[in-house]
């Protein structure tokens, strides 16, 4: 069961606790049996409690145990993104630093996204020189 799934399911549990399977499915842009499934899977772990209402609306509560999990998952993440964020900074001043090795002396960034903003911060560490940074707008490019 992927934890991305479980817990984007406990923060749309969190902000809407009436949610309909069908409706959580569609926000999640997963199938209904695999949202069932992962309802079931965070139900039995003891992540939530369904709670039956009028008819057949069921109400989705989060359990103590699943607001610590659902904080341990958004830790993980953090971790991971800071850890492939260090990882691609890394791997651009290495490459930066070969390429001046090589008689490069001047870089330009074409972008604004967040891969530029790594490659502008890796470029400081890197004996290269920013030229500009080149963007589709042409009064924010900066020389």
């Known amino acids: 069961m992927p934890k991305s799934k479980q817990l984007d399911t406990l923060l749309e549990l ?8 069908r409706s959580l499915a569609h926000k999640l842009n997963i199938s209904l049996g695999l949202t069932n499934s992962i309802l079931q899977n965070l139900i039995h772990r003891g992540l939530i409690k369904a709670k039956k209402m009028t008819g057949r609306k069921i109400l989705y509560l ?46 330009v960034i ?28 042409p009064a924010s490019s900066k020389r």
């Open 62 to 107: 989060i359990t103590p145990k699943g607001m610590v999990q659902a904080t341990n998952f958004i830790y993980d993440r953090v971790r991971e993104t800071q850890h492939y964020y260090q990882y691609a900074k890394d791997l651009l001043t290495t490459h930066f630093t070969n390429l001046y090795d090589k008689g490069v002396r001047k870089a």
């Open 14 to 21: 969190k902000e809407n606790p009436s949610l309909s399977q």
């Open 110 to 137: 074409h972008g604004t996204s967040q891969l530029a903003e790594i490659t502008y911060l890796s470029l400081l560490d890197s004996p290269l020189e920013l030229h500009s940074i080149l963007t589709d707008d």
